[in-house]
């Protein structure tokens, strides 16, 4: 291993609007070796995710952001290789959140060991993963679905949305997604079992659609875009409607400032809750969101789609297909197979 070269992903520069190539940098640097209670894992499989957009400004957020000339970081999946630690042995497979190389030195203790006999370790960075917990948490903390109301999903052929559509479906919900292709509707529909699906790209009158596919309006709207889809929903919310505010990816890439209608007074009239949320929030109750989460996978009740690349060196392209919206469901990286 002394000789393994290893590579890494910096951040060069900050985008300003869509990012790009210019943004990052690969880098080859030494494999470090692990201390007394660290291990040494190479990276399996590699998570890219909206929020990380936010993470590339300097602005003040809720995380903070990534360093000029830093290795970018993120959810991973790896093998332990070697192991100073007690708590794992080689050949374990672990996820934690890990800078983007194809080798890291971490911690025991900052890594989880997953079961690959509950699903394909790539579900620990999709529906067992960030992704689906943040559906969980913030559909049933947040949105609250009861049986016969009304959910709409924003985003829904995402990895958080259709994890969403799926657990308001379990509730016995009526479901109603949005999503930017037709081939992403058919899915959402005829694989997922939404009760209706819209194509923003080619509607010419979303509001008309929508007040056709919620004849009873809208309980709860799972918000992943934020923008005019997001303005649109907000005239049809019932009285006490739930609003997870979960992510605004349409306003990520802008530089006008995203001006839009006003939502005080529809949230006044419908006395509607609006709560924004990161999944942090809810870090202690992970294991009771992988728990119920795996069940339903193993199940088969609880469906899940991975667009997944090949290769270290397609990290970058895969994240800027998050803002293309060329992903179904969790985009992933596939660096290297196990051992």
């Known amino acids: 291993m002394s000789n393994e070269q290893n590579e890494q992903i910096v951040l060069a520069s900050r985008p300003e609007g869509m990012p790009n190539e210019e943004n990052f940098r690969y880098e080859t640097v030494e494999t470090n070796r692990p201390d007394e209670g660290q291990v040494l894992l190479k990276t399996l499989y590699l998570s890219v995710d909206p929020y990380m957009r936010g993470r590339m400004s300097d602005a003040k957020s809720y995380v903070a952001p990534f ?28 996820t934690g959140f890990l800078e983007w190389k194809k080798f890291n030195v971490a911690d025991g203790h900052t890594v989880r060991k997953i079961d690959d006999k509950i699903a394909p370790i790539s579900a620990y960075l999709s529906v067992l993963g960030l992704t689906g917990l ?3 948490f913030g559909l049933y903390d947040i949105g609250e679905p009861k049986e016969g109301e009304t959910v709409v999903v924003s985003g829904a052929a995402g990895a958080v949305g259709t994890i969403a559509g799926q657990l308001a479906k379990l509730k016995g919900c009526r479901v109603v997604g949005i999503a930017g292709s037709d081939d992403k509707i058919d899915y959402i529909v005829n694989e997922l079992g939404f009760d209706a699906g819209l194509n923003y790209k080619k509607s010419d009158n979303l509001q008309k659609e929508l007040e056709e596919a919620c004849p009873n ?14 303005d649109a929903v907000m005239n049809l919310l019932n ?24 939502v005080q007074t529809k949230l006044i009239k419908t006395r509607a809750k609006i709560q924004g949320f990161v999944l942090n929030d809810y870090q202690d109750r992970f ?29 970058t392209d895969a994240f800027f297909g998050l803002f293309q919206g060329t992903n179904l469901g969790k985009q992933l990286v596939k660096v290297a197979d196990p051992s």
């Open 239 to 262: 009285t006490h409607a739930r609003i997870p505010l979960c992510g605004a990816i349409s306003s990520y890439n802008r530089t006008d400032g995203d001006l839009g209608p006003r």
């Open 134 to 136: 943040t559906a969980y």
């Open 217 to 230: 309006g809208v309980d709860v709207y799972f918000d992943n875009v934020g923008g005019e889809i997001s």
């Open 287 to 315: 294991q009771e969101g992988t728990e119920f989460l795996a069940q339903y996978v193993q199940n088969d009740q609880l469906k899940y789609e991975e667009t997944i690349v090949e290769g270290f060196e397609s990290v």
């Open 67 to 94: 360093q000029i000339d830093e290795p970018l970081n993120g959810t991973v999946v790896a093998e332990v290789i070697e192991s100073r630690s007690e708590q794992l042995e080689v050949g374990d497979k672990v």
